[in-house]
């Protein structure tokens, strides 16, 4: 392996599956997904607890591959939830860390997969980054009321996606430069979140994250809140296992047992109308709010991409095309460039071109 100075590690810990790479310099060695059944994850009660799991998933993963965690420059983690603060790469440290474990802002495997990247950076003498916190205060100022005063929006969603593919799709697509356009992003994975962007910034997006918008493979996504307070006071699940039917057991896994999308296309094919009625009614859910970000854009849309593991479906896609390809040119990304955007930062980082803030100072 190179010596070169520019080894990155890098990790971003979902809902049911574990994204890692390697990179030295801007040569990609190693991508891969590691995937973790529903069940597997069911056993835990938090995100928390999953921390052994996830950080013996990643040091054998690195040893599949014939290196060992000293070997790199430098560990970038998929940004965790906290306060909003600006884009830009921050060193992890136990300031930042403090406010994930607070889950103030919100509860996401990515909170300990920062913990994770800290903690083996300070054991081997590395530095540990994350990237582009996902919570900031870039909305509209009427886009964080939520309709009870106690309750405030928050601008929290996948960052490095959306803003990788509202690049690529300007440049690419456009010929213009990303802040020269009006465009839905929608990012579909075990999170949807779906943004309108207008002169660089995102002027409203659902927090998929943490139950705003559709529902997705395994999150329920706004439920009718009258039911949700009901059942949160039926005495059958306690606060967390109530977190954990939101996050973990709602959506396709409530619906159908699984998240397979190879599974449930299969089971579609081979005549299973619900699996069917499951999967269309997610594909309307997602439509009905990509066309909601119309608004904030006034109905001045360039173009709509869809992107996110779930793009890699075609029955979602051309779902989606056929609902909203009215409002738009409608665009497919398939995957995500998260991890990708993250070695780029790095890497900037690496070679001085940018500087490393420290969180709460910068």
Same mark, same amino acid.
């Given at each position: 392996?190179?010596?070169?100075?520019?080894?990155?590690?890098?990790?971003?810990?979902?809902?049911?599956?574990?994204?890692?790479?390697?990179?030295?310099?801007?040569?990609?060695?190693?991508?891969?997904?590691?995937?973790?059944?529903?069940?597997?994850?069911?056993?835990?009660?938090?995100?928390?607890?999953?921390?052994?799991?996830?950080?013996?998933?990643?040091?054998?993963?690195?040893?599949?591959?014939?290196?060992?965690?000293?070997?790199?420059?430098?560990?970038?983690?998929?940004?965790?939830?906290?306060?909003?603060?600006?884009?830009?790469?921050?060193?992890?440290?136990?300031?930042?860390?403090?406010?994930?474990?607070?889950?103030?802002?919100?509860?996401?495997?990515?909170?300990?997969?920062?913990?994770?990247?800290?903690?083996?950076?300070?054991?081997?003498?590395?530095?540990?980054?994350?990237?582009?916190?996902?919570?900031?205060?870039?909305?509209?100022?009427?886009?964080?009321?939520?309709?009870? $005063?106690?309750?405030? @929006?928050?601008? !929290?969603?996948? =960052?490095?996606?959306?803003? %990788?593919?509202?690049? /690529?799709?300007? #440049?690419?697509?456009?010929?213009?430069?990303?802040?020269?356009?009006?465009?839905?992003?929608?990012?579909?994975?075990?999170?949807?979140?779906?943004?309108?962007?207008?002169?660089?910034?995102?002027?409203?997006?659902?927090?998929?994250?943490?139950?705003?918008?559709?529902?997705?493979?395994?999150?329920?996504?706004?439920?009718?809140?009258?039911?949700?307070?009901?059942?949160?006071?039926?005495?059958?699940?306690?606060?967390?296992?109530?977190?954990?039917?939101?996050?973990?057991?709602?959506?396709?896994?409530?619906?159908?047992?699984?998240?397979?999308?190879?599974?449930?296309?299969?089971?579609?094919?081979?005549?299973?109308?619900?699996?069917?009625?499951?999967?269309?009614?997610?594909?309307?859910?997602?439509?009905?709010?990509?066309?909601?970000?119309?608004? $904030?854009?006034?109905? @001045?849309?360039? !173009?709509?991409? =869809?992107?996110?593991?779930? %793009?890699?479906?075609? /029955?979602?896609? #051309?779902?989606?095309?056929?609902?909203?390809?009215?409002?738009?040119?409608?665009?497919?990304?398939?995957?995500?460039?998260?991890?990708?955007?993250?070695?780029?930062?790095?890497?900037?980082?690496?070679?001085?071109?940018?500087?490393?803030?420290?969180?709460?100072?910068?």
């Amino acid at each position: 392996m190179s010596s070169n100075g520019e080894n990155i590690f890098i990790s971003n810990l979902g809902g049911t599956s574990t994204k890692v790479a390697i990179y030295q310099g801007e040569k990609e060695q190693y991508k891969e997904t590691i995937q973790h059944s529903v069940a597997q994850m069911k056993q835990f009660g938090s995100v928390w607890d999953q921390m052994d799991m996830r950080r013996a998933d990643l040091c054998s993963w690195i040893s599949s591959k014939g290196w060992e965690i000293e070997d790199f420059n430098m560990l970038v983690s998929m940004c965790g939830l906290l306060r909003p603060c600006d884009a830009g790469v921050y060193y992890l440290d136990e300031n930042m860390l403090a406010d994930m474990r607070s889950e103030e802002y919100g509860r996401h495997p990515s909170n300990p997969g920062c913990a994770i990247a800290y903690e083996l950076g300070q054991k081997y003498g590395i530095p540990a980054v994350t990237m582009d916190p996902s919570n900031s205060e870039e909305m509209l100022p009427v886009a964080f009321y939520s309709g009870h $005063p106690r309750i405030r @929006r928050q601008c !929290a969603y996948h =960052v490095l996606n959306h803003r %990788a593919v509202a690049h /690529r799709l300007s #440049e690419e697509k456009l010929d213009k430069k990303f802040e020269e356009t009006r465009l839905i992003i929608a990012h579909m994975g075990s999170g949807i979140t779906i943004g309108a962007f207008a002169d660089g910034r995102v002027l409203d997006v659902n927090n998929g994250i943490e139950g705003d918008g559709p529902f997705t493979t395994v999150r329920s996504g706004a439920v009718p809140v009258g039911q949700l307070v009901s059942l949160c006071y039926s005495g059958e699940f306690t606060e967390q296992e109530m977190h954990n039917q939101l996050s973990v057991s709602g959506g396709l896994a409530g619906y159908l047992g699984t998240t397979d999308g190879v599974e449930i296309e299969k089971r579609i094919r081979s005549g299973d109308t619900a699996a069917q009625e499951a999967v269309e009614a997610m594909i309307f859910q997602t439509s009905k709010e990509i066309g909601a970000r119309a608004i $904030p854009l006034r109905g @001045r849309v360039d !173009a709509i991409a =869809v992107t996110g593991g779930l %793009a890699n479906w075609e /029955r979602v896609t #051309e779902g989606i095309r056929d609902w909203v390809s009215h409002i738009a040119p409608v665009y497919v990304y398939p995957g995500e460039n998260e991890l990708e955007a993250m070695a780029a930062g790095a890497l900037r980082c690496l070679r001085g071109e940018e500087k490393i803030k420290i969180f709460g100072k910068d």
